[in-house]
């Protein structure tokens, strides 16, 4: 089993940048692909990004491309979401999964206008 804990969430202003950490713990990451979720209030979870288990294959939602950047470090067992040029419609809670079995509780990034 994964245990799958996302940190690096905030308040941020329009234009802003953080940067999202998923640490893995009870079983390495290392042969699995990792995504990155969103759910806004009232709306539905939505895919953010996608990385392949050797890190060369990355997906974006058409929303987030050219503005966040995932990847990950398999010695680290973490994955990572670098988020620039941060939008208000961006705020919603983050959530990391291992495939569709395994889910974070999420961090919350909150965009100010």
């Known amino acids: 089993q994964v245990q799958l804990v996302e940190s690096g969430g905030g308040l941020v202003q329009a234009g802003g940048s953080l940067r999202l950490s998923c640490a893995a713990s009870?079983?390495?990451?290392?042969?699995?692909?990792m995504g990155w979720y969103r759910q806004a209030p009232g709306k539905e979870r939505e895919f953010v990004a996608r990385?392949?288990?050797?890190?060369?294959?990355?997906t974006y939602a058409d929303s987030v491309k050219g503005r966040f950047t995932i990847s990950r470090d398999n010695a680290k067992n973490t994955v990572y979401l670098q988020m620039n040029s941060l939008k208000p419609e961006d705020t919603a809670v983050y959530y990391c999964?291992?495939?569709?079995?395994?889910w974070g509780q999420g961090t919350q990034v909150t965009v100010s206008s």
């Open positions: 999964a291992s495939g569709s079995s395994y």
């Open positions: 009870g079983r390495s990451i290392t042969f699995a692909a």
């Open positions: 990385i392949s288990a050797s890190g060369g294959t990355t």
